[in-house]
C-alpha cells in the first residue's frame, strides 16, 4: 500500500506534483463501475469532444459525486482526504470536484497545456489533484507536468479546446507555448498502472498528448482544496460553474456542494 512519507510531501510542496504509485489500487474496480454509470448517464455538465478528423471521441464530466454512489464512497472512504490534507499541510481537506476523463483509443484530441486555477472559482494556497488513472497508461500517453510552475507566482488565461478565452475579457497572461520550447522546462511524467495516481497543484501546469494507443484511457480526478481555500469571483462563468453559490469574495468556501471529507486535530 502507498504510504505518504514527509520527504514525499517536501517533494510535492516544491515541485507542486508528486507520483503515486498504487495510492488507489483498491478503488479502480469501484470507479470503474462509476464512470461506467456516468458515461450511461451524464450529467448537465458533460463535454464530449469529438474531433472533425472522425477520430474517437474525449468525454468528460463534472460534479457527480453526489449521485453516483461509487464516487460519493470514494470521497469519503477511501485515503484520499487524508492524503490531499497532509499533502496540502491542511487541518481539513474539502472536496472541490471530481472530474472524468475517457480518451478513447485513436482519439486525436489533445489537453492543451494549462493551469487548473483560473478556470476555479476558489483560490487559495492549499490545493490538490489526484489524477488516477484506471487503465494502463503509457508513458507516451500520460498527462505531463512542468515542475515548480506552481511556484511561478502567476495565474494564465484560461483556455476552451478550440483555443478561446473561457473568459472574453479577463487580464490573465497568456501561458507560454510549452510545447515549442519543451527543452527549456523541466517536464515530468510517468508511465501509471490501474490505481497509480499523480498529485498535483491547483497552479501546476500541465497538459495531456492525444490517445494515440490502442486502448481508451479512463481516468477519474478528485480535487481537494484546504483550510484557506475561498471563493472568488471570475470575469465569467468558471469551468465547472457553481450557479447556486451566493458567497461573496474572499469569503471561505463552504457549503454543501463542497463537503469536509477529512478533518485532523488542530495545530
Known sequence: MFQLTDEAVDTFERDGVLPMPGAFADWVETLRAGVARNMAEPSALERTYRPADGSPAFFQDYC???????????????????????????????????????????????????????????????????????????????????????????????????????????????????????????????????????????????????????????AFSARWVGDDAVFVQRAGRTSPPFPDLTLAPGEPLTGPQFPVAFEGPAA
Open 64 to 218: 457527480s459525486w453526489d449521485r453516483i454512489d461509487e464516487y460519493r464512497r470514494f470521497v469519503f472512504e477511501s485515503p484520499a482526504a487524508r492524503l490531499a490534507a497532509a499533502l496540502m499541510r491542511s487541518r481539513r481537506a474539502r472536496f472541490f470536484h471530481e472530474h472524468i476523463l475517457v480518451k478513447e483509443a485513436g482519439t486525436s484530441v489533445r489537453t492543451p497545456w494549462h493551469q487548473d486555477q483560473p478556470y476555479y472559482c476558489v483560490d487559495g494556497r492549499q490545493s490538490v489533484s489526484f489524477w488516477i488513472a484506471l487503465d494502463p497508461v503509457a508513458r507516451e500517453i500520460v498527462p505531463e507536468y512542468v515542475s515548480g510552475s506552481h511556484r511561478w507566482g502567476r495565474d494564465f488565461s484560461p483556455q476552451r479546446f478550440d483555443g478561446s478565452k473561457l473568459y472574453p475579457q479577463d487580464d490573465f497572461a497568456a501561458l507560454p507555448d510549452i510545447e515549442a520550447e519543451r527543452a527549456r522546462h523541466p517536464i515530468a511524467g510517468w508511465a501509471m498502472a490501474p490505481g497509480d495516481a499523480v498529485a498535483f497543484h491547483f497552479r501546476t501546469v500541465h497538459g495531456a498528448p492525444a490517445n494515440a494507443s490502442g486502448t481508451r484511457r479512463r
